[in-house]
């Protein structure tokens, strides 16, 4: 077992970002620089732009993280960064960024998968056991870009148990907030939108609630698996029959939508947990800092006697201290990290699901 000291680094999406992290649980330092504000008026984001702000904002989170550290170039034992899935070309000014670090200060460069990071997220919290004491856990891990059910069965060992069949849950989150005219990103937005509201004023439709099929393509038990892209048009056709719901009932609508996506989450992870009977349930990735998604997994982890672990709020939304902290649990559970040599746009968490 080692205890590795790896710098970070994430740009596969409209974060860049570099931290320091020991034994892939302490984090040392952990800096991000945000292009929220340049997508913003693009409704989502746009990847020539996402690009050419990463290579303006590397050297500032690299320098910010070693920094922030207090740990000379000499002290890393390896630099870790994330190879895929993302945008291309916003992956490929991480990968390259990190090579030329590796290369002029001598140290090994691993690639990271992004999904792991995010269920690595989740040991962040000092409170959290390490995986051989955790797993199994059932994860559900929810971002911008994906949706998955996962049983984590020990560092670097994931089964797929479902997934999105259309939209992830952020991006659900993302179009509906800009059918409200709410902005972006559209979770956070929705989320300040819906305090007050009355989550029951529309019932939106819960995705595959009433499926006959029993499996996907893929093999995944669609008992586990979402589906988002009826929730956005719903919400589109209400918006044309009720002309008047606008803005009177923002908080409303907000809450009703808001409702029907963390309900149609939790129940996925309400059926695997008792399918596994794991102990552990989690929840990792940009829509786990929703506050109506935690109180609901909360209740069923009570209900089910299993803990609750979740990614603490910073390390939530694309960040490198998860990705560091990847790299560092598979060191420390002797697993190889794979050198980083291309960018990999597609990158799957596991090669296919295994039953
Ligand atoms: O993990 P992340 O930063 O990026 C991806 O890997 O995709 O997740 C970003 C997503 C966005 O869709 C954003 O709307 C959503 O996370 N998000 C939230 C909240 N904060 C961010 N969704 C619901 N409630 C929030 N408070
Ligand atoms: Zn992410």
Known sequence: MQDLLILGIESSCDETAAAVVRGGREVLSSAVISQIAQHRPYGGVVPEIASRGHVEAFPAVVSEAMANAGAGWGDLDAIAVTYGPGLVSSLLVGLSGARALGQA?????????????????????????????????????????????????AAGDYRLLGQTIDDAAGECLDKGANLLGLGYPGGPAIERAAAGGDPAYVRFPRGMEHSKARTTEDGLDLAYCFSFSGLKTSLLQRLRTHPDDLPAHLADLAASYQEAVMESLAKRADRALKATGARTLACVGGVAKNHVLRAKLEAIARRRRAVLRL????????NAAMIAAAAGLRARAGLPNPPALEADPSLPLVEEPVQ
């Open 311 to 318: 990614a603490p709020l910073a390390y939530c939304t694309d």
């Open 105 to 153: 200060v001598g140290k090994p460069v691993w690639g990271v998968n992004h999904m792991e990071g995010h269920l690595a997220g989740m040991f962040l919290d000092p409170a959290t056991p390490p995986p051989e004491e955790l797993c199994p856990a059932v994860v559900l891990l929810v971002s911008g870009g994906h949706s998955y059910v996962v049983e984590m069965r």
